[in-house]
């Protein structure tokens, strides 16, 4: 994670927000290659959920809707997370994130407290605690070096009164964890000039809601039978308790969600299946390696009561095998809800039972950053490669799909000062300019400038020699970036490529 963090703020992917200013914790800015990079999943998204198919329709709703809306949705009151806090440090933790380790002084096996650890950092936090053990033996009475630490217990199995003998994570004294309560993770904000209880509203924390309140809109403009999906691209927010691994969990995000409308007698364990099936195509299609994603069925025990099945497709990021995008089959809940809640039927008419019926609904929901931080981290590698002269040298490339590459073609002249080849390298450039993010770059050696593209995930480079602009034909060399291979190619031939790889 370390190196492809680097990566992304050297060669100016993503950089934490508001840095001059020590930057705010869970807000990320994407620079100029994340910004394409980001546009193209978006893109590639909108074009295969929408443009490429019948049955689906756009829709882009407001970031601040009604607070009804979240009352009805069922967020206002059930949007949390349990959470916890510790008196002296400040620090606040998600209980289902903390855990606690009895501690017991060897020679005696006597017991002499609990210390509190994070689930994501415990083999770091073990580690931190041992170092500062000699300090916190004096303060605190526990974990010395020859302490022993038993099995993790969970919230749910350590009672209150216990919590006076554990040891917070950033604490240097026992008993400063208090239990856990509900944190709504809306953030809130005011509309209009008054800032009272009567104009409190929210910022979204899905899309998703946005599809249902403005669904009787687009059936009744948008000449959609059943089944049909409404999607949506847009930013979400959400007040994280801890957000952590680099953007795979932050407080402002973007999310790429459909609800597709169904009839309430249809086979909805078919249709979940089948969108489960084409998520998992289109990671495929845009360069997720098939053996970094998994399948993870909810317990039936754990969904909500509406909720029919939830599967999530996971994807083995270097921190853990996480979820990237669920697809949950939520029945007519959020469309019953604002039925309920608004007084106007969310109904439509079926035409072959003459009744009036709720749809049921598939929900795919999905985070652009989740996406762009897996392909990041799937296409990063460092190899050892020779150079021209045979000397061994690293080499970092971004395997990155020619779909969302940032730059498609890089177009490098061999030479800067030689009139001709520079022509012909700026005029190759305006050509494919019209229709492709293509970069141009005629600085250092051929071999540097080939590293540089490596670097960012351009597919291919295109040089323009001696050959060129010499020999019959108008070719160029196309350089391929994984398999760093060679071959001469015509202009018509390079657009043939690129019409057939970037789509
Ligand atoms: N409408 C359903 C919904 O929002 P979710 O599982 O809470 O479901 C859907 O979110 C997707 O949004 C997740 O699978 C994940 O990809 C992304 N996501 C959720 N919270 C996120 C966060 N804090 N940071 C980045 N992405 C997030």
């Known amino acids: 994670m370390e190196n492809i963090v680097a990566l992304a703020k050297r060669r100016g992917f993503i950089f934490q927000s508001s840095e001059i200013y020590g930057g705010l914790n869970g807000f990320f ?17 909108w074009n295969d959920m929408v443009r490429r198919r019948d049955d689906i329709v756009g829709l882009e709703s407001s970031i601040i809707m009604h607070p009804k809306v979240w009352e009805a949705s069922g967020h206002v009151a059930g949007f949390t997370d349990p959470m916890v806090d510790c008196r002296e440090s400040k620090q606040r933790y998600r209980a289902d994130q903390l855990f606690f380790s009895p501690v017991f002084y060897k020679p005696a096996q006597k017991f002499l407290g609990y210390v509190a650890i994070l689930e994501a950092d415990e083999k770091t936090m073990m580690k931190d605690w041992f170092k500062r053990s000699e300090k916190l033996r004096h303060i605190s009475g526990f974990l010395a070096s020859g302490d022993e630490i038993g099995e993790a217990l969970s919230f749910t199995e350590i009672k209150e009164e216990q919590l006076s003998q554990v040891l917070g994570p950033n604490a240097t004294v026992p008993g400063t964890l208090t239990m856990p309560r509900g944190f709504n993770l809306m953030f809130q904000t005011n509309v ?14 899905e899309t998703a809601q946005g599809m249902f309140v403005d669904f009787k809109n687009v059936v009744d403009t948008g000449r959609v039978k059943l089944p049909f999906g409404i999607a949506q691209i847009g930013k979400s927010f959400r007040n994280e308790i801890t957000p952590r691994n680099f953007i795979f969990r932050s407080r402002e995000f973007e999310q790429m969600e459909m609800e597709y409308f169904i009839h309430e007698d249809a086979d909805w364990s078919k249709c979940h299946q089948e969108w489960i099936e084409w998520c998992r195509q289109w990671l ?49 809940y959020d469309l019953g809800q604002h039925a309920q809640a608004s007084g106007k039927p969310q109904e439509i ?143 018509a031939d390079l657009f043939a490529l690129l019409d057939e790889k970037v789509y």
């Open 284 to 332: 495929l299609s845009i360069g997720l390696p098939e053996s970094h994603l998994s399948l993870y069925a909810h317990p039936k025990e754990k969904l909500a009561f509406y909720s029919k099945g939830t599967v999530d497709i996971m994807f083995a990021y270097p921190f853990g095998v996480q979820e990237l995008w669920g697809i949950a089959a939520r029945g007519n």
């Open 29 to 45: 800015d994407y620079g100029p290659l994340g910004s394409e990079l980001k546009k193209n999943i978006r893109d590639c998204w």
């Open 349 to 491: 008419f079926d035409e072959a039972t003459k009744k009036k019926f709720v749809p049921h609904v598939i929900e795919p929901a999905v985070g652009v950053d989740r996406i762009l931080l897996a392909v990041l981290c799937a296409g990063y590698a460092e190899e050892d490669v020779k150079d021209e002269k045979g000397n061994v040298e690293k080499r970092t490339v971004l395997r990155l799909s020619p779909r969302i590459a940032p730059v498609k073609v890089a177009v490098l002249p061999l030479l800067k000062n030689k009139d001709a080849l520079v022509g012909r390298a700026k005029d190759l450039h305006k050509k494919l300019q019209r229709r492709y993010a293509v970069f141009y770059d005629d600085g250092g050696n051929i071999g540097k400038r080939y590293r540089r593209q490596d670097e960012i995930g351009t597919p291919w480079c295109v040089t323009i020699d001696f050959d060129t602009i010499e020999k019959p034909g108008d070719t160029f060399t196309l350089r391929e970036r994984d398999s760093m291979t060679q071959k001469r190619i015509t202009e």
């Open 192 to 205: 209009g000039a008054m800032s009272d209880a009567s104009s409190v509203a929210y910022l979204r924390p």
